[in-house]
């Protein structure tokens, strides 16, 4: 596993870049075990759960509550900073409006990556489960702060008439990734052999999932949920991605083998029975 060293300073109340963390109950949805009856839960899905859990976070520094709404074609920043303002020395709130249809805020921090890579901004996944229509939406930007030494600010979507966003002391407001700077895709089609092997195991891992996973349950509504991603991926991780053929081959393998002697043993009774039948 690639380890990248990330070096920062802050500035005020600054803090620093964390791993992001699952918080439940909270913004990663409600506890519950996966069984039936249970409302489904972002958290349940563990590509949600590996894409959240991949970056790290910034979180809002300051001790004043903002709210920010979009009224007559300008925004309006809600929050008395004036204490906050004489500590720090520079004229709060720490928003401004550059765009009719952006602002930005000061992210406190400067953080220097290493050469040849960028800090890429990207909404917090707490965005994507708000139900409350609070939580900013921060733009995706590519930040050379290898070289770049400024304490940088980010940039967020205003929100629509009529919708408040609110940034509170140290709740998450964006995703932060360290990525290659530059990177070239070869894009090609896959060959029929490919496409033929694929579909094979796709509809394998249909056909016996069944006899694979650790749990299906059906949630309040009645739709089908069970745990074959997560096992796969479990495999993956075990021994590898072309571990899968061979597993799937085995379960297939074993199904079936149960499926003979099951016939097998049904003509044998259905024979004993004919036999007593006779006698």
């Not at 972002?42 to 300051?62: K, Q």
């Not at 929050?79 to 401004?96: A, N, Q, R």
């Not at 733009?139 to 929100?159: A, I, M, R, S, Y």
Request: charged share 30%; hydrophobic share 30%; proline share 7%.
């Amino acid at each position: 596993m690639e380890k990248i060293e990330l070096k920062y300073r802050t500035w005020y109340k600054g803090s620093a870049p964390k791993p992001i963390k699952l918080e439940i109950p909270g913004w990663s949805g409600e506890h519950n075990s996966h069984k039936n009856g249970d409302i489904p839960q972002p958290w349940h899905c563990p590509p949600f759960v590996e894409g959240s859990t991949y970056g790290l976070e910034l979180c809002y520094p300051f001790d004043t509550e903002a709210r920010i709404t979009f009224e007559n074609g300008k925004l309006k920043v809600e929050g008395d900073f004036t204490k906050e303002s004489e500590e720090c020395g520079v004229d709060l709130p720490p928003f401004k409006s550059f765009t009719p249809t952006h602002f930005g805020m000061t992210s406190s921090v400067d953080i220097k990556v290493p050469t040849g890579y960028v800090l890429r901004t990207e909404p917090h996944p707490r965005f994507f489960t708000d139900t409350t229509n609070t939580v900013p939406c921060c733009l995706t930007g590519h930040l050379q702060t290898d070289w770049w030494p400024k304490v940088f600010f980010v940039v967020f979507k205003n929100p629509i008439e009529g919708q408040t966003l609110i940034f509170r002391k140290d709740e998450p407001y964006v995703q932060i990734l360290i990525i290659p700077k530059k990177i070239s895709y070869d894009i090609k089609e896959m060959t029929t052999s490919k496409i033929n092997e694929r579909r094979l195991y796709d509809d394998k891992i249909g056909k016996y999932a069944r006899n694979f996973v650790k749990n299906d349950w059906r949630d309040n509504s009645g739709q089908k949920f069970d745990d074959k991603y997560k096992v796969l991926s479990g495999v993956v991780a075990k021994y590898g991605s072309n571990s899968i053929r061979s597993f799937v081959e085995s379960v297939e393998q074993k199904v079936e083998k149960n499926k003979k002697f099951s016939r097998r043993l049904l003509i044998k009774r259905k024979n004993e029975s004919v036999q007593d039948k006779e006698k």
